[in-house]
Structure formats: structure tokens, C-alpha cells
């Protein structure tokens, strides 16, 4: 079975939310560390790309909110 470049994209986007809600709920990263929100940041990117690509207006507005909060916590985190 081959998958196509845009489930690809879904596939690493969603994954990496998981493992940083994976490290957070095993005590690895607080949700207010940079990292926390770094690898927010990544994975709501990619599943952004991967929404909008498949054309599915509800998930760009899920992901255009988890990546405005990923930021805006990164930009907190780092004292910007």
C-alpha cells in the first residue's frame, strides 16, 4: 500500500502533535515549555498544509487556531 504525499504530510503533522501530547502527558515536557509549543507549532503547520490541500474549511480553522496559540505560547516561552 502507497500513500500520497498529502497523507504523508497528515500522517507527520498529526504525528508530531502526538508525541508532544505523548511527552506532556508522561511528565517529558511541561505545557508551557518552548518545546511544547515548538513541536505545536511544527504539527499544526504540516496538518495546516494537509487541511487546505484537501480543501476541508473546518480542519484550516482547527489548525489556523492550534497554530495561533502554539505562537503565541512559543513567543511567551522564549520572552518575545
Known sequence: MTMDYVTVLGVFGAGIILV???L?????LTADSWRYDAI???GSVLLLV???LLGSVPFVILNVVWLVVSVKGLAQSRGV
Not at 506532556?24 to 517529558?28: L, V
Request: glycine share 14%.
Open 20 to 22: 508532544g501530547f505523548l
Open 50 to 52: 494537509y487541511s487546505v
Open 40 to 42: 505545536n507549532v511544527i
Open 24 to 28: 506532556n502527558q508522561a511528565g517529558k
